[in-house]
C-alpha cells in the first residue's frame, strides 16, 4: 500500500507540472504540414531515396579530411584516446579472467571503442545514459575505473546498485547514469520517456539511449522513435550497428539502407557517423546534443562500426563468421580501419603525442598492471549484506516482503553451514528513499 500511494502522489506532481507543457505544441503550429498534400497524376511506388552517406572527419591514415571538425580541446582529445586503449586492454584481461572462471561473465567492444568516449565528451556529464551494453567507453569518461566495473560485473559492495541489478547492469545516479534494462529494446522507451520528462519540466539537458541494430527490429524501438517525434522528447537516439545482433547479421536484420532513414519517416533528423572516427563521433554528438535542445525534439545517430569480437563470453562468432564470410567482409572493414590507430595519428600529427606507437605500448601495459589488481581485488571483496535486498522499493515493507525477509533468515539459521555466507558483508546499508533522480541512492 504505502508502494501505490508513493506512485499516486508521483502522478498528481507530474500530471500538476504538466499543464499545457505536457502537450506537444510545436507540432500545431505546423499544422498546415500535416495537410498540405503535394497531388499529382503520375502513378509511382516509391522504392526507394537516396542512401544515407556516412560522415567522417579522418582518413583511414588520421589525416583531417573536414577542418570545421579540427578538435581544440587537447584535454579531451587525450582523454578519448587514453580511454579508448584502456578499454582495449581491459577487454583482453577481464576476457581472459572470465575464461579462468575468476568473473561470470564479460562483453567486448573489439573496433568499437570509439563510440562511448566520443560521445561521452560531446554531451554534458549532467546529461541523462540510458545504455545498451557496450557503452564502458562512456561510463570511464565519467570517471569509473577498470575496478568500478569488475565491482558491478560482479554485484559486490563497490557496485552503486549494490548488486541488485543483473551483472553488467550499470545504474549510478551521481553519474546520471540510469538503470540498464535487459530485454532487448526496452531501454529505448526508457529514453524516450526520460527525455520527455526533461522537456516538460524545462531542463536544458537531454537523455542518449544507445541501442544496437538487433533492438532497431523490436516493437518498442518504433513506439519510443513515434513517442519522442510526436511529443518531443529530449532524446538523442543512438543506434550502435556493429553488422551484428549476436549471430544475426544485418543483412538478415533489415532490407532498407540501415537504421538513419527510419529517423525521417518518424519526423526527426538523422544521420550516420562513421563509429571507427572518434573525432566525427565526437562533433556528431556535440552538434546532435545542440539540435536536440534547439527543437526540443529527438535526434537519431547511426554509427557504422564491426563487432571485433563474439557477442559476449557466451558466444562464439566463429561459428557462424566463417572464412568465407570474412573474405566478403574484407573491403569494409578495410574501410574503416582502427579507431585507436586513427585518433592517435591524428593527434600526433597535431603534435599532442609524441610517439605514437610507444605512447600505446606504454598506456597499455599500465592498464594491463592496473587490470591485473583490480581483478585479485574483486576476489577479495564481498558482496552486500544479504538483508539488502528486500530494502529500497516500497517506503514502508509490506507484511509479505517482511514475512518472506523472516523465513530467509529462518533458513539460514537452520541450514547456513551449507551456504558461503562468509563472502557476504556483514554490516547493512542503509538506502536513501528520497532520491530526486529516477534511481536510488546508495550510501554506506
Known amino acids: 500500500m504505502g508502494f501505490c500511494r508513493y506512485i499516486r502522489q508521483m502522478l498528481r506532481q507530474v500530471f500538476n507540472r504538466l499543464g499545457k507543457a505536457g502537450i506537444r505544441q510545436v507540432s500545431w503550429k505546423n499544422m498546415d504540414y500535416y495537410y498540405n498534400y503535394e497531388f499529382t497524376n503520375k502513378m509511382e511506388f516509391i522504392d526507394h531515396t537516396k542512401r544515407f552517406p ?151 539537458r537531454i537523455v542518449v539511449t544507445f541501442f544496437g541494430d538487433g533492438a532497431s527490429s523490436e516493437g518498442d524501438c518504433h513506439a519510443a522513435l513515434n513517442f519522442a517525434s510526436t511529443l518531443g522528447s529530449q532524446t538523442l537516439f543512438v543506434c550502435r550497428n556493429n553488422g551484428y545482433a549476436i ?57 557504422i562500426a564491426y563487432r571485433g569480437g563474439d557477442h559476449s563470453t557466451s558466444d562464439s562468432s566463429a561459428l557462424y563468421r566463417t572464412p568465407e564470410v570474412l573474405a566478403k567482409l574484407k573491403p569494409f572493414l578495410d574501410s574503416i580501419g582502427d579507431p585507436i590507430q586513427r585518433f592517435g595519428k591524428y593527434l600526433e600529427k597535431k603534435g599532442w603525442v609524441t610517439d605514437f606507437p610507444n605512447y600505446n605500448e606504454t598506456l597499455t601495459k599500465q592498464v594491463n598492471a592496473e587490470c591485473m589488481k583490480a581483478t585479485q581485488t574483486i576476489e577479495n571483496t564481498p558482496f552486500p549484506n544479504r538483508s539488502i535486498m528486500f530494502d529500497g522499493v516500497y517506503e514502508k515493507m509490506p507484511w509479505n516482503v517482511t514475512e518472506q525477509k523472516e523465513e530467509l533468515e529462518a533458513h539460514l539459521k537452520k541450514f547456513g553451514n551449507v551456504y558461503p555466507l562468509d563472502h557476504f558483508k556483514q554490516q547493512h546499508f542503509f538506502i536513501s528513499t528520497q532520491s530526486t533522480t529516477s534511481c536510488l541512492l546508495y550510501t554506506s
Do not use: W
Request: net charge neutral.
Open 54 to 204: 556516412v560522415f567522417r572527419a579522418l582518413d583511414l591514415e588520421g589525416n583531417l579530411i573536414n577542418p570545421e571538425c579540427d578538435i581544440k580541446d587537447k584535454a579531451k582529445a587525450l582523454k578519448i584516446l587514453n580511454i579508448m586503449i584502456t578499454h582495449r586492454e581491459m577487454d583482453k584481461v577481464f576476457n581472459s579472467s572470465h575464461r579462468q572462471g575468476r568473473i561470470t561473465f564479460y562483453v567486448t567492444h573489439l573496433y568499437e571503442e570509439a563510440i562511448g568516449p566520443a560521445i561521452a565528451a560531446g554531451i554534458q556529464d549532467n546529461d541523462f545514459a540510458v545504455m545498451q551494453c557496450r557503452e564502458h567507453g562512456l561510463v570511464l569518461y565519467r570517471g569509473y575505473t577498470p575496478e568500478d566495473i569488475l565491482h558491478t560485473i560482479k554485484g559486490s559492495t563497490g557496485d552503486p546498485a549494490l548488486g541488485k541489478a543483473l551483472t553488467f547492469h550499470f545504474a549510478d545516479p551521481k553519474r546520471c547514469i540510469l538503470p540498464l534494462s535487459a530485454p532487448m529494446g526496452s531501454k529505448i522507451g526508457h529514453g524516450a520517456g526520460a527525455g520527455y520528462a526533461l522537456r516538460v519540466k524545462g531542463e536544458k
Open 247 to 303: 549471430s544475426t547479421p544485418i543483412y538478415d536484420q533489415y532490407a532498407g539502407d540501415g537504421i538513419a532513414p527510419r529517423g525521417i519517416g518518424y519526423g526527426m533528423p538523422a544521420i550516420k557517423v562513421d563509429g571507427c572516427d572518434p573525432l566525427a563521433v565526437y562533433f556528431v554528438a556535440q552538434q546532435a546534443r545542440k539540435k536536440v535542445l534547439e527543437r526540443q525534439g529527438p535526434v537519431l545517430m547511426e554509427t
